[in-house]
């Protein structure tokens, strides 16, 4: 066992936002005319060495029952109340750090292929090193206020990502739906941790801080249970907001506006994942409430399915991707709504990787053929063919197929889901089991599109959008990009196996993973293994019947299924919902209305009241302000006859 | 005066001599640069034996009971020293361009500090009037340097009012020695006690009130501050930053040593009164500042309304942190927001001297589009104007925090809320500048040059207000040690 140095820790936040000041403050005022390139390299190399840092984190808490915990420092103090600062490592931040660096590092060595001649390249990695240095500190912080800041930082550089070529107004609309949305979330975990700052006095009578998460855990056996059902509510908020989920998922399919390596770092390893850790974070305290864990694992579950309809009628590729992960957080909820976070956590590492691998594919398309319309990819098969196995890999595993890395982070949520018991484990039960069906069909039938049949003319044939940008030329991505796949591809072959749900295998003990991140495996069932398996082939095979063999034709399909096809391409009306009725009518003309109203009647007229009075007390005490020598003597005496004045005519 | 006495006061001694060496060096050397280096380079001694005595002594008499070396005066005295210190480096340039009288300009400067730093350790009515002298003289003479009509006239104003101001006090204190018996605070603490009357008599009332005046000139107080505007704008901009530091930060340490530690038994009067002109202050500055078009006469009404907020700490007697010897919030709060405030002044101003030696101008409107010309000057200059504000991350922002913090906790809900809803106006004039320097039109787009030591003190003071923004908690400690000396006093 091998121990960490607290500044080594601590390394792990500061080097991404060294680079990132690096990159800011030096390369991009001073070099960006010639060495622009300097800022991927000075970004990999410190993300490079926050991911061997992490490493190390890893090793050093293997065996660690109790968090290492150093002291935190204090920041400030608001009277009484002490805020610190500090790290906070368990095997939950372990696992967290290497994935997003080990995602990032990835991510950002494709992106010096993709990003190549961009005019923003040391923008965009001063904003990736920035991105990166925020979700680590989430995932570092041991004070809820401390990870509230990165929290907030995270949806910052979120913003600027995926508003990234700002000057497409769809980009620029997508990045503030973005934040936005995940705001509405976001009311909530700050309710929740206002919750803990008014309620201060019983953390500090019992000796606990209240913004400290290890005191906060504590707090949740002393807590009153409504006060527990509250303040989990709150964070959930947040994290339904972080990830996506039901009903603040409509961000995330409009948040592919942003650039594809973006896209793989938001929706793999680092926004969207923020949820799911932050209720993983403060698990001791959903456990303690009953209607916590059940809003949790049917909101889950809910979005599980209904993100994954809505995935099957999309025909750009990045959307359904985009679909695919809202309903693969929407699994990894659900695992902790059931009270398995260890699940849960070996589903978002798996995700992470096949999730990452597709993006970047998707990325690898786009390179080649100049759009995101599935309907002008196809054939790519022949003249991609690095591009083409490792997206299958990750598809598969996607879907959930034996032995790749999916399937077992699946099936164990839903093993837990249905040893669970209770009415409201059973009902997630069946809504994960359709969600497999889903899942199955769609990615298939993204593969099919994309890769299969014959080439329908790419950014050409759309004949608007990128072509200009991106002229069609089909070949293979060059190896920056190539390798990122590559990796990842063997990655989602294998990351499966840290979990080791069948025996002791090649220095990994059985439910390594789970039992690291202090879980209770369950036994695995090989008839639910064959069951979501049959399942799941049963979506590859209506695919392949509808979009390869063309047994069935998808238009005949798409006719007979009409009002259904309807709803699912208008996304269930949702996003019209939401602009149209509520942003539109509500807000607009409601609300907005109102406040516009105050903000014209009674706050403009304060302040040109106060300028007003400013610029008329000014010439008001002009008179006085003589510069007269023996005026300023006078209001002097007369100040001090006024003193003596009132305090004899007033008392005291 | 024994030789422990002259340890104790070495700091003082040796700012002194660096003060004597500059004027001597000045008739020896040529070049004026060395003076001001020696100048610079010398406060490193009174600085080191300042830090020396923090780290040794807990508390102190010198100097048969009248001057207290304890961690309350060793605290402004580092204040000061190191005010001083980023003075003379952010003036250079605008020193280099006097023709003559360099050396005097420092000496004097550096003579006036030695007079702060023992107002700051003075426990005795006397000796307070003797250092405020010697604080103030200096400093008629230095708001006259330029010699032309405008400053002329600022140095006579200050003499004069200064004058007639410490008149008032000398008078007020008399009446306090005559009821009391004693120029010793400590002794004064003894004879005073709550009566059915403010202050107990009529005498008392009188005297106290002179000695409020003799202190509201002094750290530009409503009704008092009618000097401020005419000397801010007509003396050298150096020194017009001095007055609005230094000399306030000496004023506030004296008030707070005379109204914690001789007068605590009648501190429902006073309190009651400090607040009034804390909220005057704020008002009349705030609004009248809005109606300002040369930048020194703008900041000139915001420090009058400053010394409200800063007036909020002493007026929150009654706060103090739980425990058995709590910590005097508002003290505290006074301390921090003075450092917090000299950073971000000194910044302002430094930044102003930089840009209106080449414009040549003062008014605001002149200012238009000086991010352009001198992104990293403009940039502090606002990044100043939020902190004036007090916006986080900013050392302002933890400043208010703190001294309204203790308003709350010292039953002045009123008085917070007053300082909040004057806060908010204030941003009006503020942001003013902000939106000219970052949106106006330039009329020219050559750069601004500075010269390293200028642009070094940009960076210091420009650092500070964001490192005491973000990471308050050391300074803060330092100033509940130094008002540690205000919870010994038995209540």
Known sequence: ?652 | MTARDLYLLSPEIALAGVAILVVILDLLVRSKRVVGAVAFLGLAVPIALTVVLWTSIDSETAVFGTLAVDKFALFFKILVLAIVGVLILGSADYVARFQRYQGEFYALVLFSATGMMLLAATTELISIYISLELTALPLAALAAFLRDERSTEAGIKFLLLSAMSSALLLYGMVLVYGFTGSTQLQEIAGAVAQGDMPFGSYALLAGVTLMVVGFGFKIAMVPFQMWVPDVYEGAPTPITTYLSVASKAAGFAVLLRIFYFALPAVSGDWGTLFAVLSALSMTVGNLVAIAQNNIKRMLAYSTIAHAGYILVGVAAFAARSPGPDGVALGPSGVLFYLAAYAATNLAAFFAIMAIASRTGSEQIDDFAGIARRAPWVAAVLAFAMLSLIGIPPTAGFMGKLYLFNAAVRGDLVWLAVVGVISSVVSAYYYLRVVRVLYLGAAPSEEAIPSSWPVRLALALTGGSILAIGLLPGRLLELGEAAVRIFSLTPQ
């Open chain 1, 1 to 652: 066992m091998s121990s960490i140095y607290e500044p080594q820790a601590w390394a792990i936040l500061f080097l991404p936002l060294a680079s990132f000041v690096i990159i800011a403050l030096l390369i991009r005022p001073f070099l960006n005319q010639r060495y622009s390139r300097l800022s991927g390299y000075v970004t990999i190399a410190a993300v490079g060495a926050a991911f061997i840092l992490s490493l190390l984190v890893l090793k050093s808490t293997l065996g660690h029952e109790e968090p290492i915990g150093w002291v935190s420092h204090p920041w400030l103090t608001i009277g009484d109340l002490e805020i610190r600062v500090g790290i906070l490592l368990d095997p939950l931040t372990a696992i967290m750090l290497v994935v997003v660096t080990g995602v990032s590092l990835l991510v950002q060595v494709y992106s010096q292929g993709y990003m190549k001649g961009d005019p923003g390249y040391s923008r965009y990695f001063a904003f990736m090193s920035l991105f990166t240095a925020s979700m680590l500190g989430v995932v570092l912080s041991s004070s809820i206020l401390q990870l509230y800041v990165f929290w907030e930082m995270v949806g910052l550089c979120s913003y600027l990502l995926i508003g990234f070529w700002y000057h497409r107004p769809a980009a620029a609309a997508a990045a503030k739906k973005a934040f936005i949305v995940t705001r509405i979330g976001d009311v909530g975990f700050l309710l929740a941790i206002l919750y803990l700052f008014l309620h201060r006095d019983t953390f500090l009578a019992q000796g606990l801080n209240p913004f400290d998460i290890t005191d906060i855990w504590a707090a949740a056996l002393v807590l009153p249970a409504f006060a527990v059902t509250w303040l989990s509510l709150g964070i959930f908020a947040g994290a339904v907001g972080k990830s996506g989920q039901f009903p603040l998922h409509t961000w995330l399919p409009d948040a592919m506006e942003g650039p594809t390596p973006v896209s793989a770092l938001i929706h793999a390893a680092t926004m969207v994942a923020a949820g799911v850790f932050l209720v993983a974070r403060f698990f001791p305290l959903f456990q303690e409430s009953e209607t916590a864990m059940h809003t949790v694992a049917l909101i889950g579950g809910f979005t599980a399915v209904f993100a994954a309809t809505m995935g099957l009628v999309m025909y750009d590729i990045k959307r359904v991707m985009a679909y695919s992960t809202v309903s693969q957080l929407g699994y990894m909820m659900l695992a902790l709504g059931v009270g398995a976070p260890a699940v849960a956590m070996f589903h978002l590492f798996n995700h992470a990787f096949f999730k990452a691998l597709l993006f970047l594919g998707a990325g690898s398309v786009n390179h080649a053929t100049g759009t995101f319309d599935m309907r002008y990819m196809g054939g790519l098969r022949r003249h991609m063919p690095i591009t083409y196995v490792t997206m299958a890999i990750g598809s598969l595993s996607l879907a959930g197929i034996f032995p790749l890395s999916g399937f077992w982070s699946k099936d164990e949520i839903l093993l837990e889901a249905w040893r669970g018991g209770g009415l409201v484990n059973q009902l997630v039960f069946w809504m994960a089991l359709a969600g497999v069906f889903l899942t199955a069909f769609y990615v298939s039938r993204m593969m099919f599109m994309t890769f299969h049949g014959t080439f329908r003319g790419g950014a050409e044939a759309e004949g608007h959008g990128q072509g200009a940008e991106h002229p069609v030329h089909l070949a293979e991505s060059p190896w920056v990009m190539v390798l990122p796949l590559v990796v990842l591809g063997v990655l989602a072959l294998g990351s499966g196996y840290v979990a080791n749900p069948l025996g002791d295998l090649a220095g990994i003990p059985a439910h390594w993973f789970v039992e690291f991140l202090g879980g209770h495996a369950e036994p695995a069932s090989l008839s639910l293994a064959a069951v979501s398996t049959l399942v799941a082939l049963l979506g590859v095979g209506l695919a392949v019947l509808m979009y390869q063999t063309r047994t069935l034709s998808p238009d005949a399909v798409g006719r007979a299924l009409r009002p259904a096809r309807e709803l699912l391409s208008h996304r269930y009306y949702l996003d019209s919902l939401y602009e149209g009725v509520l942003v539109g009518r509500l807000f607009y003309r409601g609300v907005a209305r109102f406040l516009d109203w105050v903000d014209r009647e009674v706050v403009d007229r304060t302040g040109d009241g106060v300028g007003w009075l400013g610029r008329n007390l000014g010439r008001g005490l002009a008179p006085i302000q003589t510069g007269q020598l023996q005026a300023y003597g006078v209001v002097i005496s007369l100040g001090i006859l006024a003193i003596i004045g009132a305090y004899l005519v007033f008392g005291r």
